[in-house]
């Protein structure tokens, strides 16, 4: 049916012109209200630019310019401005607009858009200068209010520093005005360059005017995940834990390799380059506490910051690496190596990681990446326990909604089958609510993922897809700084991950071809908090000429240091060996007199026998077992520093050892730290003669230092060497200064006495005590000798042959 035809009169067109008239003074009030940006991209011809940041910006003029702001778009480089004119207008060249919108009016907003974007060079500070003179002669020239600038960093990282400082000399905004300086990874190489780099452009920066950018944390599938659970509050609340996740898996496979960016790449490898940023934040997302306000950005950043807080500690036995089989050629390649160059960078790798709080305890959070994998796929995928019995055969079971089948929530990040971002969540577990800028989706006929077809799942993907650099720009813009990487965030992250890249730094990835022959080569599977091939490693794949010895290669070897037995291995087989041990003397304990008093060091060596001991060692009879400090820290118990505490985070708060078993130090009475008046010495001497008998600990715990203390007997301070004191009172060289310790003669009463001695940077005191006698003054190590019991020595290879 044809529309009647529109009947106009003049009443009407004068109320038309009247509207229009007052559109267009709202849109100039507005513009006059809502100011004028100015956006200098950095780099504005490189290869982060041409691919989506000129994009990004495009849409975000498109967005937004409607709104009331005004905008000025500067590219800048290095290149001259002829030549960087040119390579600049050949990456707008392919801009695009919304598929809905008509090509006439794409042309339109292209040709404006063009026209508000120069190049410039930036290299001197005059240059810098310049830009500024130029952006505020351009406001004053068109009567505009400065709203903010924007700087975005599309360099190398090696060029912030100049960046930064010109930034901030010249080319700071007016006052009322923000600035907003946008910064892409890498931020940094391990924990301390990270710090570096923070403090580098702190001295220019201010905290709120920084945006690092995980591009992660634009992926539409990503950035729902928060919004997704407070929509879906009723349905998860009470699926969102321990007892009803069996595991979480955040994954992101490549198809490409790194040929190319080797230089970059060897210098980082799929850790750095994707585990440490962009799984990381997925992980935070998925595993912090919801806040009651999921827009409040400082509220985000909280309960963010705060799930690093309870990350438990990775060890080596956490990850394992892998790197495909023609890397080492393409580094040699590239960077110019000699042929018997074999790279240790790992293009692959799978990392457990466990949260240490109530609602995660025991849940396995899988991350996992590499390149030359057989598919291109991202997603977190949370798989739920399955705890349903059905007593009703298959045939019987409601289609899809079976209690019995799969129950899973998957965050699908992109392409892989399903190609597209997308929100699946099982049928039987809800149906959830989703914002309407989701809608239902359908995929191909016969298409299953994760174990179950599609029409298993309610699956949810965006209307519009939206590239991750253009959905933060947009973010950028409205200062939403809960979708960016806080300095204390980014450090938070680098203090978790760099031990684990330093422990494995020397360790041989296993070789896999690339592609669908990797067949199952990489899989893998984990048990008692560590991860393992499932596979042996095939012989050929070894690197030649000579492969490094593994760990395995070795056996424990047995000897004597000092006259007493000595136990040597990797570290890893150390500690299992010496986690044995003390479990077998435990229980020998129990057997005999009913109970077990250990006394254990703190310091970092024993950490990892904590983390053994909780996790792999179900037979240890810690119902009956009591647990004594050797020595502790003159600050209160809830201290990071305070040994207690490192007990508590490693060994205590996973195993089920009875409160009244446990007997910390009492450092801190009457609301002060080891005051002598309070006597908290001999309230805990009064403890072990009260409860060990003859005050002879089953096993001591110690440790030695790269001075040669023990314990905290220091050398040079004779508290403690000798005398009838149990517990003293100490001064360590090294901060916090005030320590309690067991005494000498105490220790040598023991039963038996372990001391564990770890690391590189305890070869040489190792050399120098196994040559000194008994003197406990300059070395109070030497002094140890159980007069009844037992010496054993537990050392690393790494400490004992260097
Ligand atoms: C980058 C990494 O941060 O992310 C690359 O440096 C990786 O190595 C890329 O290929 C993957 O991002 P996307 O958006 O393709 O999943």
Same mark, same amino acid.
């Given at each position: 049916?044809?529309?009647?035809?529109?009947?106009?009169?003049?009443?009407?067109?004068?109320?038309?012109?009247?509207?229009?008239?007052? +559109?267009?003074?709202?849109?100039?009030?507005?513009?006059?209200?809502?100011?004028?940006?100015?956006?200098?991209?950095?780099? +504005?011809?490189?290869?982060?630019?041409?691919?989506?940041?000129?994009?990004?910006?495009?849409?975000?003029?498109?967005?937004?310019?409607?709104?009331?702001?005004?905008?000025?778009?500067?590219?800048?480089?290095?290149?001259?401005?002829?030549?960087?004119?040119?390579?600049?207008?050949?990456?707008?060249?392919?801009?695009?607009?919304?598929?809905?919108?008509?090509?006439?009016?794409?042309?339109?907003?292209?040709?404006?858009?063009?026209?508000?974007?120069?190049?410039?060079?930036?290299?001197?500070?005059?240059?810098?200068?310049?830009?500024?003179?130029?952006?505020?002669?351009?406001?004053?020239?068109?009567?505009?209010?400065?709203?903010?600038?924007?700087?975005?960093?599309?360099?190398?990282?090696?060029?912030?520093?100049?960046?930064?400082?010109?930034?901030?000399?010249?080319?700071?905004?007016?006052?009322?005005?923000?600035?907003?300086?946008?910064?892409?990874?890498?931020?940094?190489?391990?924990?301390?360059?990270?710090?570096?780099?923070?403090?580098?452009?702190?001295?220019?920066?201010?905290?709120?005017?920084?945006?690092?950018?995980?591009?992660?944390?634009?992926?539409?599938?990503?950035?729902?995940?928060?919004?997704?659970?407070?929509?879906?509050?009723?349905?998860?609340?009470?699926?969102?834990?321990?007892?009803?996740?069996?595991?979480?898996?955040?994954?992101?496979?490549?198809?490409?390799?790194?040929?190319?960016?080797?230089?970059?790449?060897?210098?980082?490898?799929?850790?750095?380059?994707?585990?440490?940023?962009?799984?990381?934040?997925?992980?935070?997302?998925?595993?912090?506490?919801?806040?009651?306000?999921?827009?409040?950005?400082?509220?985000?950043?909280?309960?963010?910051?705060?799930?690093?807080?309870?990350?438990?500690?990775?060890?080596?036995?956490?990850?394992?690496?892998?790197?495909?089989?023609?890397?080492?050629?393409?580094?040699?390649?590239?960077?110019?190596?000699?042929?018997?160059?074999?790279?240790?960078?790992?293009?692959?790798?799978?990392?457990?990681?466990?949260?240490?709080?109530?609602?995660?305890?025991?849940?396995?959070?899988?991350?996992?990446?590499?390149?030359?994998?057989?598919?291109?796929?991202?997603?977190?995928?949370?798989?739920?326990?399955?705890?349903?019995?059905?007593?009703?055969?298959?045939?019987?079971?409601?289609?899809?909604?079976?209690?019995?089948?799969?129950?899973?929530?998957?965050?699908?990040?992109?392409?892989?089958?399903?190609?597209?971002?997308?929100?699946?969540?099982?049928?039987?577990?809800?149906?959830?609510?989703?914002?309407?800028?989701?809608?239902?989706?359908?995929?191909?006929?016969?298409?299953?993922?994760?174990?179950?077809?599609?029409?298993?799942?309610?699956?949810?993907?965006? #209307?519009?897809?939206?590239?991750?650099?253009?959905?933060?720009?947009?973010?950028?813009?409205?200062?939403?700084?809960?979708?960016?990487?806080?300095?204390?965030?980014?450090?938070? *992250?680098?203090?978790?991950?760099?031990?684990?890249?330093? *422990?494995?730094?020397?360790?041989?990835?296993?070789?896999?071809?690339?592609?669908?022959?990797?067949?199952?080569?990489?899989?893998?599977?984990?048990? *008692?908090?560590?991860?393992?091939?499932?596979?042996?490693?095939?012989?050929?794949?070894?690197?030649?000429?000579?492969?490094?010895?593994?760990?395995?290669?070795?056996?424990?070897?047995?000897?004597?240091?000092?006259?007493?037995?000595?136990?040597?291995?990797?570290?890893?087989?150390?500690?299992?060996?010496?986690?044995?041990?003390?479990?077998?003397?435990?229980?020998?304990? #129990?057997?005999?007199?009913?109970?077990?008093?250990?006394?254990?060091?703190?310091?970092?060596?024993?950490?990892?026998?904590?983390?053994?001991?909780?996790?792999?060692?179900?037979?240890?009879?810690?119902?009956?077992?009591?647990?004594?400090?050797?020595?502790?820290?003159?600050?209160?118990?809830?201290?990071?520093?305070?040994?207690?505490?490192?007990?508590?985070?490693?060994?205590?708060?996973? #195993?089920?050892?009875?409160?009244?078993?446990?007997?910390?130090?009492?450092?801190?009475?009457?609301?002060?730290?080891?005051?002598?008046?309070?006597?908290?010495?001999?309230?805990?001497?009064?403890?072990?003669?009260?409860?060990?008998?003859?005050?002879?600990?089953?096993?001591?715990?110690?440790?030695?230092?790269?001075?040669?203390?023990?314990?905290?007997?220091?050398?040079?301070?004779?508290?403690?060497?000798?005398?009838?004191?149990?517990?003293?009172?100490?001064?360590?060289?090294?901060?916090?200064?005030?320590?309690?310790?067991?005494?000498?003669?105490?220790?040598?009463?023991?039963?038996?006495? +372990? #001391?564990?001695?770890?690391?590189?940077?305890?070869?040489?005191?190792?050399?120098?005590?196994?040559?000194?006698?008994?003197?406990?003054?300059?070395?109070?190590?030497?002094?140890?000798?159980?007069?009844?019991?037992?010496?054993?020595?537990?050392?690393?290879?790494?400490?004992?042959?260097?």
């Amino acid at each position: 049916m044809l529309a009647e035809p529109f009947n106009w009169h003049p009443g009407m067109w004068n109320m038309l012109i009247v509207a229009m008239c007052l +559109a267009l003074l709202g849109c100039l009030q507005a513009q006059e209200l809502q100011g004028h940006v100015s956006i200098i991209l950095l780099g +504005a011809t490189g290869d982060l630019a041409k691919k989506y940041l000129w994009q990004g910006l495009f849409q975000l003029y498109l967005d937004e310019a409607g709104r009331g702001h005004s905008f000025s778009f500067h590219g800048a480089a290095l290149t001259a401005p002829k030549q960087g004119q040119e390579l600049m207008a050949k990456a707008l060249e392919s801009l695009s607009c919304p598929k809905d919108m008509a090509p006439s009016h794409c042309a339109e907003h292209k040709d404006q858009f063009l026209q508000l974007s120069q190049y410039r060079q930036l290299k001197t500070a005059e240059d810098y200068q310049a830009l500024n003179k130029d952006i505020k002669a351009q406001l004053q020239h068109a009567g505009l209010r400065e709203a903010g600038r924007i700087f975005y960093f599309s360099v190398p990282p090696f060029a912030y520093e100049d960046i930064a400082r010109n930034i901030n000399s010249s080319c700071r905004p007016g006052p009322g005005a923000w600035l907003r300086v946008v910064l892409e990874k890498p931020f940094g190489h391990d924990h301390f360059s990270a710090q570096q780099l923070a403090t580098e452009l702190g001295t220019f920066f201010q905290e709120e005017e920084m945006y690092r950018v995980d591009h992660y944390l634009g992926k539409q599938a990503v950035a729902q995940i928060l919004p997704f659970r407070d929509q879906n509050r009723k349905a998860l609340d009470g699926l969102w834990n321990r007892h009803h996740v069996e595991r979480v898996e955040i994954i992101m496979k490549e198809t490409v390799d790194a040929e190319g960016r080797t230089s970059f790449y060897e210098e980082y490898g799929v850790i750095r380059d994707v585990l440490q940023n962009h799984l990381t934040e997925v992980l935070t997302l998925v595993a912090m506490e919801l806040p009651h306000n999921v827009s409040s950005a400082e509220a985000v950043l909280r309960h963010k910051l705060q799930v690093f807080q309870v990350l438990r500690g990775l060890q080596r036995g956490s990850a394992i690496v892998g790197q495909y089989q023609s890397y080492s050629e393409q580094v040699r390649r590239e960077l110019q190596k000699p042929d018997s160059f074999h790279s240790l960078t790992p293009t692959f790798a799978a990392v457990l990681v466990h949260i240490d709080n109530l609602r995660w305890e025991g849940v396995p959070f899988i991350l996992m990446s590499g390149k030359a994998l057989d598919e291109r796929v991202g997603y977190a995928r949370i798989l739920f326990k399955n705890q349903a019995c059905c007593v009703q055969s298959e045939k019987h079971w409601a289609a899809a909604q079976s209690q019995c089948l799969p129950r899973q929530l998957v965050f699908h990040i992109g392409h892989g089958d399903l190609g597209s971002p997308a929100v699946l969540v099982s049928r039987n577990l809800f149906r959830p609510s989703l914002p309407s800028s989701w809608k239902e989706m359908e995929g191909p006929p016969g298409l299953r993922l994760f174990g179950s077809p599609l029409s298993d799942y309610y699956a949810y993907s965006p #209307v519009q897809e939206r590239d991750a650099h253009s959905v933060l720009l947009s973010h950028i813009f409205h200062g939403r700084k809960d979708f960016f990487i806080t300095t204390e965030n980014l450090l938070a *992250s680098w203090d978790f991950w760099t031990p684990l890249l330093e *422990s494995l730094a020397h360790k041989a990835p296993r070789l896999y071809p690339g592609g669908a022959e990797n067949g199952r080569l990489l899989d893998f599977e984990f048990s *008692s908090g560590r991860l393992f091939f499932s596979q042996q490693q095939p012989e050929q794949l070894v690197p030649g000429p000579g492969p490094a010895p593994m760990p395995s290669d070795f056996q424990v070897l047995r000897a004597k240091y000092r006259e007493s037995p000595l136990v040597s291995a990797w570290s890893e087989e150390l500690i299992s060996k010496l986690a044995n041990d003390i479990e077998a003397t435990a229980v020998r304990a #129990v057997r005999r007199f009913g109970q077990f008093h250990l006394a254990l060091s703190g310091g970092s060596s024993p950490v990892a026998l904590f983390q053994q001991l909780a996790t792999a060692h179900y037979g240890f009879p810690w119902a009956h077992t009591h647990l004594w400090l050797v020595d502790e820290r003159c600050v209160p118990l809830s201290d990071p520093e305070s040994n207690f505490q490192g007990l508590q985070a490693h060994l205590l708060q996973h #195993v089920r050892i009875p409160y009244y078993n446990i007997h910390p130090m009492p450092v801190h009475l009457q609301q002060r730290l080891c005051a002598e008046e309070d006597q908290g010495a001999q309230i805990y001497a009064r403890e072990i003669s009260a409860l060990v008998a003859n005050s002879s600990f089953d096993l001591v715990l110690l440790g030695m230092g790269a001075d040669g203390h023990t314990a905290s007997l220091f050398p040079q301070s004779p508290t403690g060497l000798d005398g009838e004191q149990l517990v003293v009172l100490t001064t360590s060289p090294s901060q916090p200064h005030r320590r309690m310790s067991l005494s000498l003669p105490l220790i040598n009463r023991a039963k038996k006495v +372990a #001391v564990l001695v770890m690391g590189r940077m305890k070869r040489e005191i190792t050399t120098l005590v196994s040559r000194v006698g008994h003197e406990p003054k300059k070395w109070p190590i030497s002094g140890v000798l159980p007069h009844s019991g037992q010496l054993v020595w537990y050392m690393d290879y790494d400490a004992f042959l260097g």
